[in-house]
């Protein structure tokens, strides 16, 4: 299905908007040496310097001859989350984990993109994506990279141990891995490092908000993010810098409304320009890759056939947010034509005008 969307005084003529490119991707294991981890038994290095993995989708060159990467090689990427040095058996825990509501063949299936190829030529704007795996994040940074996007993003963990869990001290060290991975990936040769979008999947929003408390980025994304319920109130007063900010960005919220944890009062105090998008009959993982490999269920929602429609309007849609803001420096609000309507969706500012 195609869903047209419209930027403010007409079309933009970006380099996001060019002709598709091909993709690859590339996975990297930085370290800050200032902080200390402590990976969970298992693990074949033990503690030591806090690890912090990216995967970075990226626009390549041409169509080589690479194979193609699969979802389960990238599910496996999964076990980084709590590991330093994961043993073998945490990557196929993480494929199994990852891919055990999928469709029966969904491990076997090919990405758009190829591991290690040369990029294209030239400088794209950086999109970190936060609180996802390698798999959740791949569909969505696919199509970003495709239409001139960099995206990095990074595999959450705790602030000093194991895995990750809601807290101002993991959210506040999701924004340093963040900061971090915008100094690794900011320094690639088609990266510019000028211009830096965020996108937030659930608490990732937190930790974008945590980022732009530390230094400038041009805009957020919101993916049924955390920053959109009750827990954002106890979480963001108490980040670093959170009265002196960097930057406070426009912010375009997509969210599920089938959540009773919803609450719009941290986003209805930030100032400048904040969009809220509803999206029915969706579930919290929809907005990652998994919309695309999990069987539709009709008997759960009368429209949840159209999951992946509803994933593709949500990856457009936050394609041109990130297009205006990051690459055109662009204002206004996101506009939804009819196809978008027909799929239930609603704009709305977050705050009452």
Not at 98 to 120: F, G, N
Not at 217 to 244: F, K, N
Not at 322 to 338: C, D, F, H, I, K
Request: with cysteine.
């Amino acid at each position: 299905m195609r869903v047209c969307l419209l930027a403010l005084l007409g079309l933009l003529t970006t380099g996001a908007t060019q002709a598709p490119h091909a993709v690859g991707w590339r996975f990297e294991l930085a370290t800050d040496a200032a902080r200390r981890y402590e990976p969970e038994a298992g693990d074949l290095a033990g503690p030591g310097p806090r690890p912090v993995a990216i995967t970075i989708f990226y626009p390549a060159a041409a169509q080589s001859e690479a194979p193609a990467t699969t979802y389960r090689e990238l599910a496996g990427l999964g076990a980084y989350d709590r590991y330093r040095e994961p043993p073998p058996t945490a990557f196929v825990d993480a494929q199994a984990a990852a891919l055990k509501d999928s469709w029966p063949d969904a491990v076997a299936r090919e990405t758009r993109s190829a591991r290690e190829v040369a990029p294209a030529l030239g400088k794209y704007p950086l999109v970190l994506f936060a609180h996802s795996t390698p798999l959740g994040m791949a569909a969505m940074s696919e199509n970003l990279a495709q239409h001139g996007f960099v995206v990095a993003g990074v595999i959450s963990r705790g602030a000093e141990r194991g895995r990750y869990r809601l807290s101002v001290a993991d959210v506040q060290a999701m924004g340093e891995d963040l900061r971090l991975a915008l100094g690794v990936v900011g320094t690639l040769p088609f990266v510019d490092a000028s211009r830096v979008g965020v996108i937030g999947m659930s608490n990732g929003a937190l930790g974008a908000i945590a980022l732009a408390n530390a230094t400038r980025v041009q805009a957020i994304v919101s993916l049924d993010g955390t920053v959109g319920e009750r827990a954002a109130a106890r979480v963001l007063p108490e980040l670093a810098s959170a009265a002196t900010p960097a930057s406070v960005p426009p912010l375009l919220h997509l969210y599920a409304p089938d959540n009773s944890y919803l609450d719009f009062s941290e986003l209805q105090k930030r100032p400048g320009e904040c969009l809220t998008v509803r999206v029915p009959d969706v579930g919290h993982s929809d907005f990652l890759t998994f919309a695309l490999l999990r069987p539709a269920d009709p008997s759960q929602s009368p429209r949840r056939d159209r999951v992946a429609d509803k994933f593709s309007a949500i990856t457009r849609l936050t394609r041109d947010f990130l297009a205006r803001q990051v690459t055109s420096g662009a204002t206004g609000p996101v506009r939804l034509t009819e196809s978008d309507a027909g799929l239930g969706l609603k704009t709305a500012a977050c705050r009452a005008r």
